[in-house]
């Protein structure tokens, strides 16, 4: 199964086009999660000390751990998200923040280090960004530790479209490139 986490808000989004051209290379069960459609509530104090109670006694079957369930499980995942403000949609954080979730996504060795639980074996980042600065560290950069660090998805991608919006850009040509970057793709 492949676990798409959608947090583009744009119908017209450039960078679900490319995640569109992405999932049409494979034949596997798709499995879409919308951001813009999930209401993540509060990380109140309340909310916390129900999730390490929960965690503690390993009830993960409880509601607020079905997202951490869905990605551990799934064989491939691909994060669609615009390139904002250094980073992206705040969203995507919060995303990050549900699946984070220790006996589920990852587990701590005795020496104090993350080893991940998740069985997918390559994490798709597609992202695109209207201009030109867009260092990687901040977004797909973060991702990509978490991906490899925490949940044990050593084979992580970035596929990208940058400088979409600078005046006089040819728009078609730099998705173009992004395109042939899928067709690469086995």
């Known amino acids: 199964?492949?676990?798409?986490?959608?947090?583009?808000?744009?119908?017209?989004?450039?960078?679900?086009?490319?995640?569109?051209?992405l999932l049409?290379?494979?034949?596997?069960?798709?499995?879409?999660?919308?951001?813009?459609?999930?209401?993540?509530?509060v990380t109140s104090a309340e909310y916390l000390k129900t999730r390490d109670e929960l965690i503690a006694k390993g009830s993960f079957d409880h509601e607020m751990f079905a997202l951490a369930r869905q990605f551990a499980k799934?064989?491939?995942?691909?994060?669609?998200?615009?390139?904002?403000?250094?980073?992206f949609p705040?969203?995507?954080?919060?995303?990050?923040?549900?699946?984070?979730?220790?006996?589920?996504t990852f587990e701590y060795t005795p020496e104090g280090f993350p080893k991940g639980l998740c069985k997918a074996e390559r994490l798709y980042y597609v992202m695109?960004?209207?201009?030109?600065?867009?260092?990687?560290?901040?977004?797909?950069?973060?991702?990509?530790?978490?991906?490899e660090s925490f949940y044990g998805i050593k084979d992580?991608?970035?596929?990208?479209?940058?400088?979409?919006?600078?005046?006089?850009?040819?728009?078609?040509a730099i998705m173009r490139e992004a395109l042939k970057q899928i067709d690469s793709i086995e």
């Not at 049409?24 to 509530?41: A, M, P």
């Not at 799934?74 to 980073?87: E, K």
């Not at 992580?156 to 005046?167: E, T």
Request: hydrophobic share 45%; charged share 30%.
């Open 90 to 104: 705040a969203a995507l954080k919060r995303y990050i923040e549900a699946i984070n979730v220790l006996g589920i």
């Open 156 to 172: 992580v991608r970035l596929i990208k479209a940058v400088g979409l919006d600078i005046y006089g850009a040819d728009v078609e």
């Open 24 to 41: 049409s290379k494979f034949d596997d069960e798709i499995c879409e999660v919308r951001l813009e459609d999930i209401d993540f509530g």
């Open 128 to 147: 695109t960004a209207g201009g030109g600065f867009v260092p990687e560290e901040f977004g797909y950069g973060y991702v990509k530790t978490l991906a």
């Open 1 to 21: 199964m492949i676990l798409v986490v959608d947090a583009c808000v744009r119908e017209d989004s450039r960078t679900k086009r490319l995640t569109k051209a």
């Open 74 to 87: 799934a064989d491939r995942v691909v994060i669609a998200a615009p390139y904002w403000d250094l980073s």
